[in-house]
């Protein structure tokens, strides 16, 4: 059984920070991608970043590019987000999501998991203008 804990989220004025950890268990694939999804009220789900563990790379969707840096141990099977100069426009539930297939992450995008056994229950954040 896959399991996750997020942690990180919480409230923060426009232009402070936050980071969010992503711990999985359970999970045995060695080469993976690993990323992040936020939604907002009333908003569909979009992708905000990526890695892929086979080779390091990262992928940041446009409106958080500068901003966000996302990293991962891929022994501890760990991933974090950085989030810096936070916006009221970044306020979203933020949810972290692992792919067996670490081609899934790429230029254009963090193909969602099918099994929601890959996804977390997603961490709050509350960026106030």
């Known amino acids: 059984e896959v399991q996750f804990v997020e942690s990180g989220g919480g409230l923060v004025q426009a232009g402070g920070s936050l980071r969010l950890s992503c711990a999985i268990s359970?999970?045995?694939?060695?080469?993976?991608?690993i990323g992040w999804f936020r939604q907002a009220p009333g908003k569909e789900r979009e992708w905000v970043s990526c890695f892929a563990t086979s080779d390091g790379t990262s992928y940041y969707a446009d409106s958080v590019k500068g901003r966000f840096t996302i990293s991962s141990d891929n022994v501890k099977k760990t991933g974090a987000l950085q989030m810096n100069n936070l916006q009221p426009e970044d306020t979203a539930v933020y949810y972290c999501?692992?792919?067996?297939?670490?081609?899934?992450?790429?230029?254009?995008?963090?193909?969602?998991?099918?099994?929601?056994?890959?996804w977390g229950k997603g961490t709050l954040v509350n960026v106030s203008s």
């Open positions: 999501a692992v792919h067996s297939n670490d081609y899934a992450c790429g230029p254009v995008g963090f193909t969602p998991p099918h099994n929601s056994d890959y």
């Open positions: 359970g999970f045995t694939f060695e080469d993976y991608a």
